[in-house]
């Protein structure tokens, strides 16, 4: 599953490429990539037709385009293998291309260069979508209302989170990943921020001090940070991707994957444990597991 990082370089050259463009028309190619728009491909493909794109937004890993000139978002569900590609009309058609927007000649605020493009969703195994949705007051589609804001958001509010770990009875991994609590913070970044803070994954969130919450909040935010510096470099193409299993940030990670390989920080064979369906990398001497009272 692609994480925030990825999914804001996909907003950022959505925002360059297809930002303020009006739509012609849209072909549906396959109805699974259409099946969360329950009112049907026609329906979807009626709703966009002839309006502009706002600003693409992002909220943790949901990301979506405004419909300018309707209280209407188009959601994306990257699922595990959905892109959004920006190519020329004459490129041929991907193999598991699955929904075509086109654009009129009118660019915009798009960039000069992406006259002449369409937008793509491709997905090979179907497992991703758009769907239309009303926005609720604050601008968010609303199937997504519940989703907390994520710690790169101004708006975040570190006290309130370190409140709720308080108040639930929880470890700090499960909370990581609660995206009601926070969001936009996925297995390999909960791990990677984890080993930063020297923090076991099932620590009881009960235990945590103001200071120990702000070390981790910081340390989410410098390696999803990070992440997008790497990835920020080469967006600026013309192909918006993302593809959770091949990520850029894959060299630089610290836990994340490391099995058996010493830990950056004392040398210690790093372990990975099954982990709600999940793993959970971790050193063993960095990270002690908390004591069972
Ligand atoms: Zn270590």
């Known amino acids: 599953m692609p994480e ?29 990539a259409i099946r969360r728009h329950l009112a049907g491909a026609e329906d979807f493909a009626l709703g966009l037709k002839g309006h502009r794109f706002g600003a693409p937004m992002r909220r943790g890993k949901y990301l979506w385009l405004p419909l300018a000139d309707s209280d209407t978002s188009v959601l994306a569900h990257l699922g595990m293998s959905g892109q959004l590609l920006v190519k020329t009309q004459q490129t041929p058609d991907e193999k598991h291309l699955r929904i075509r927007v086109r654009f009129t000649d009118e660019l915009g605020g798009a960039a000069p260069d992406a006259a002449g493009t369409e937008l793509r969703f491709v997905d090979q195994r179907t497992f991703g979508g758009l769907s239309l949705h009303e926005n609720t007051p ?41 995206q009601s609590l926070i969001s936009g913070v996925g297995n390999i970044y909960a791990d990677e921020a984890l ?99």
């Open 195 to 293: 080993w930063r803070a020297r923090l076991h994954y099932e620590r009881p969130t009960a235990t945590f001090t103001r200071p120990r919450t702000a070390e981790l909040l910081g340390h989410a935010r410098d390696v999803m940070n990070e992440a997008l510096a790497v990835g920020g470099t080469s967006f600026d193409s013309l192909y918006v991707n993302v593809n959770g299993e091949s990520g850029y940030f894959d060299r630089s990670l610290d836990a994340y994957g490391r099995e058996d390989e010493p830990c950056r920080r004392c040398g210690t064979p790093m372990r990975r444990r099954p982990w709600m369906n999940r793993s959970s990398y971790f050193c063993p001497r960095c990270q002690r597991p908390p004591r069972l009272s």
């Open 138 to 178: 604050d601008g968010l589609p609303d199937v997504i209302a519940h989703i907390a804001r994520d710690p790169l958001d101004p708006l975040f509010d570190d006290e309130a989170f370190h409140q709720a770990l308080r108040r639930s009875r929880s470890t700090i991994k499960r909370a990581l990943l609660n």
């Open 4 to 32: 925030l990082p990825e999914v804001e370089v996909v907003r950022r050259g959505l925002e360059r490429w297809v930002g303020g463009r009006t739509v012609a028309d849209v072909e549906v190619l396959h109805p699974r």
